[in-house]
């Protein structure tokens, strides 16, 4: 799976997001990678939920689109 910006509805708060039915987890320095490259696209890797923490999508490496 692969997210883009518009994915998360162009979020510039780092949290949860939905996604596709799936959470997922955004952090500051993917909505900065996004704000310098607005179309990059991030691969995400499953986190599984332990304790009290659920179980969601972490976004991870990101790569642009070709000829940008």
């Not at 304790?51 to 000829?67: E, H, K, N, Q, V």
Request: net charge negative; hydrophobic share 40%; glycine share 6%.
């Amino acid at each position: 799976m692969q997210i883009r910006w518009s994915d998360v509805g162009y979020t510039e708060q780092a949290g949860d997001c939905e996604v596709r039915d799936q959470i997922m987890q955004v952090d500051s320095r993917n909505i900065d990678i996004w704000k310098q490259h607005p179309t990059a696209v991030f691969d995400v890797a499953w986190i599984p939920g332990r304790f009290s923490i659920r179980a969601r999508w972490l976004l991870t490496s990101w790569t642009l689109p070709d000829g940008e």
